[in-house]
């Protein structure tokens, strides 16, 4: 082994990716630079550009704790400088955007929860719509309720304020299919839209402020002439709608502009595809070709949530029911920026590009997902049909398995950030649980699936494609049935002979690659194994299982070396770091803990993840390495084992240098100098071995300079008092400089954290030796009444 390897003994937290959007309200900022979402019931400001930094307005509301006054919904003001939000305990509270500070409070009159906000065009105005039934408006200034708007039936789930405020109407829609329009100064419900025959999803008025377009799960997109009520078009578009924005005309959309005198509306429901109709022609002008929003499973699904457009930028956002936000511009309708908002369960997660710099991760979706590590940039990477279940990657491609029984192998070009489909492997029957491709030569992959087959395939130096969109095939080279039950992993050796199973049946196999031969069988776990790896540098293979234990096994004998225990679940995951020497495990515990090999020993334990750790990968440098798990967080984690180092070396030398003053303060017997120092360490001898030289010389000031001590250095004192206390020998400095520091207290200049502690600690020992002291003083006086009745004799006698 080589000995310049330095080993680790420090990791800590560098960065914590958790979810941002868990489902509900989501605004878009007029800048386009930030997006508030719906939390766990905060609110969370995620910054388009970079998601490094996160902002939380509110209290997030865990599985293990509720949280009492979580957030409804909001509203963001067209300014972008105040929110409002709705909270469980029926309060509306205001914040400023920008200092994240809470500016107002008032009670909600609402009976029961309020289901939607919408700020007015002017930011004058907050109208709330709840599940009473009603509307209320609101003036936040003077924290005032306007007036009540009754007419709907069920919940109000729809707001919009009408973009001409001088018209002073508002316009909602509940349960009952109708579109209602209320003049919010006299109360009286002015014009009523009905035409939809399910749950209106969304109103939007045109440049002209003359016609309306509203979309429901009706399947249809209603025109309306706003002046006469009348609908004027009735478009049929055979998907449940759960968006539509009118878009200003001058917009260029791929392959056309909009006209002046037209409406046309961006509409986006369960195909997952955003279409642009033309509404007085009935016509489709433009529809997305390049959608990333999967398409609802089944009839009245979700797909696409809500829709933004954005006039400054010219760009549309999309917010899908996977939780992801995309923003497209609107010019080329190009994919422009990826956030996803919530990740569920991460399966697995895996490192690749130049310096490994970005990130592919598989959590419970058919999409993966691809990172910049620099930026938190996300791509969703499309192909599969069923959940991505693993993934793998050498210097050239990118491997991923899943439920839906086949491989796909990826080419990613780092400089467009883009991942392209190669080919796909489809000879397995049941779901492909992980895939490991070869890092040497890279000319041969192998996947294992629920069909308890392995099997081997080669990789072509180029790709055809095959005729129409057909995907080139990868060819299976060998098959073998490896195990009686489920197999959970796959691994390549690193010279690229050997492969290594581990199953569900508590065994392990090593396979020879060229004919899939079984080398050996590694038998000794009481559970399945979750996971196998070669050590990098020996001829070592190391095994994980349910049993809570890590085992290395000799490839040579097949003969276990070491078994490893400390984990209080299933050890799921582990990776070798320096050179071989070291461990990383990651357990259903919901822990990470640094091994030694050596000494078998767990340098450090981490603890961050609330659940089950499935995903690890390291850098190569190993000063990063990056965990995964089903509480959907991705921890970024770094070395500071030097750091750490130096920390401990820098106050050494400091302890040093203190202990030096101090050997030379009492030296030159400047002693309320060194009680300052000796305090400063923590040294009760030598604070002792001051207060008894200052009882001795009877040296004055030390009231005073206990007095002038700080807080800590008191109680550090008091601690000190209690300590001698224990000991005959010490008592008069200890009564001494407890009887002065008990004075302090009286004083109100000494607040001791634990003072009845330690009075508590002391009081037996201070009884102890009153007594004694007592019994000393009656020997003394009897010793003194004798001596005074020998007197007069002694005088006679002479």
């Not at 929110?83 to 914040?95: D, E």
């Not at 955003?274 to 022609?281: C, D, I, S």
């Not at 080669?458 to 494609?465: G, M, N, T, Y």
Request: net charge neutral.
């Amino acid at each position: 082994m080589n000995s310049k390897v330095k080993l680790k003994e420090v990791y800590e937290v560098k960065t914590q990716y958790k979810a941002f959007y868990t489902g509900g309200t989501v605004a878009w900022t007029t800048d386009g630079r930030e997006f508030l979402c719906q939390n766990n019931g905060a609110i969370s400001i995620v910054s388009v550009d970079n998601q490094h930094e996160l902002a939380t307005l509110g209290e997030e509301q865990s599985d293990s704790d509720i949280n009492e006054d979580v957030i409804f919904t909001f509203a963001v003001s067209a300014s972008g400088t105040n929110i409002v939000s709705a909270h469980r305990s029926g309060l509306l509270k205001l914040w400023n955007r920008e200092t994240r500070q809470q500016l107002k409070m008032w009670k909600a009159i609402h009976q029961g929860p309020i289901a939607t906000l919408v700020y007015s065009p002017d930011d004058r105005l907050i109208a709330s719509g709840g599940s009473d039934t009603t509307v209320r408006v609101w003036d936040p200034a003077r924290q005032l309720c306007l007036g009540t708007l009754r007419g709907c039936s069920g919940v109000v789930n729809l707001i919009v304020f009408h973009p001409d405020v001088d018209s002073k109407t508002v316009i909602a829609a509940g349960d009952d299919v109708k579109i209602h329009a209320w003049n919010y100064e006299t109360r009286e419900m002015t014009k009523t839209f009905t035409g939809h025959f399910s749950r209106v999803t969304g109103v939007s008025f045109s440049e002209d402020r003359k016609f309306l377009v509203s979309s429901g799960r009706d399947k249809i997109l209603i025109l309306w002439n706003y002046e006469t009520e009348e609908a004027l078009k009735t478009i049929p578009v055979y998907e449940a709608l759960e968006a539509v924005v009118v878009l200003p005309s001058g917009v260029t959309l791929p392959g056309c502009k909009l006209k002046a005198n037209r409406v046309y509306a961006a509409c986006g429901g369960e195909e997952g595809v955003v279409k642009v109709w033309e509404m007085t022609e009935a016509k489709i002008v433009y529809k997305q070709s390049n959608s990333l929003v999967t398409k609802a499973t089944e009839e009245g699904g979700l797909a696409i949530t809500r829709l933004f457009y954005s006039q400054p930028l010219g760009q549309m956002a999309i917010v899908s029911a996977d939780h992801n936000l995309l923003v497209h511009d609107c010019t080329s309708f190009d994919c422009v920026r990826q956030l996803s908002g919530f990740s569920d369960e991460i399966l697995d997660i895996v490192l690749l590009g130049q310096g490994k710099r970005y990130l592919a991760m598989a959590t419970n979706s058919n999409d993966f997902k691809l990172y910049d590590t620099a930026t938190m940039n996300c791509q969703l990477v499309k192909g599969h049909t069923d959940i991505v279940l693993s993934l793998s990657a050498n210097q050239s491609h990118l491997l991923s398995s899943s439920k839906d029984n086949s491989i796909r192998l990826w080419h990613f070009d780092e400089e467009r950030f883009t991942v392209q489909c190669l080919a796909v492997g489809l000879k397995h029957t049941s779901a492909v649980g992980c895939a490991a491709i070869s890092r040497v030569s890279g000319q041969f992959c192998v996947s294992i699936s629920q069909d308890k087959c392995l099997k081997t395939w080669k990789i072509p130096k180029s790709f055809e494609r095959a005729e129409g969109d057909e995907l080139p095939r990868l060819q299976c080279t060998l098959t073998q049935l490896a195990h009686d039950k489920d197999i959970n992993s796959v691994c390549i050796s690193p010279n690229d002979r050997l492969l290594a199973t581990g199953s569900q049946d508590k065994t392990a196999k090593l396979w020879d690659v060229s004919d899939l031969s079984v080398v050996g069988v590694l038998r000794g776990h009481r559970r399945g194994i979750w996971s196998v790896r070669f050590s990098p540098v020996d001829q070592i293979l190391l095994t994980n299982a349910a049993d809570c234990t890590i085992k290395l096994w000799s490839l040579t004998d097949m003969t276990c070396l070491k078994t490893l225990e400390g984990h209080d679940g299933s050890v799921l995951r582990v990776e070798f770091l320096s050179a071989g020497m070291q461990l990383l495990s990651a357990g259903a515990d919901g822990l990470l803990k640094l091994w030694s090999i050596k000494s078998s020993e767990c340098l450090q334990t981490m603890d961050k993840h609330e659940s089950r750790i499935w995903a690890l990968c390291v850098t190569l440098d190993e000063s990063t390495f990056f965990s995964g798990g089903s509480d959907s967080q991705l921890i970024k984690w770094h070395d500071v084992t030097e750091t750490k180092r130096e920390q401990e070396m820098n106050a050494r030398k400091d302890v040093l240098l203190q202990e030096q003053e101090l050997n030379n303060l009492l030296s030159e017997r400047k002693l309320l100098k060194a009680l300052r120092l000796s305090l400063n360490l923590d040294r009760p001898f030598a604070t002792l071995k001051i207060v008894n030289e200052v009882i001795k010389s009877q040296e004055t000031g030390f009231e005073g300079t206990v007095r002038k001590l700080s807080n800590d250095h008191k109680e550090t004192l008091l601690r000190h008092a209690v300590e001698w206390n224990t000991n005959s020998k010490n008592v008069r400095p200890a009564q001494f400089a407890m009887h002065i520091l008990l004075q302090e207290v009286l004083a109100g200049r000494f607040q001791a954290g634990e003072l009845g502690k330690h009075l508590e600690a002391s009081l037996p020992y201070t009884e102890r030796h009153f007594k004694r002291l007592t019994e000393y003083m009656k020997d003394l006086k009897f010793i003194e009444y004798t001596l005074r009745c020998m007197q007069p004799h002694a005088s006679r006698t002479d």
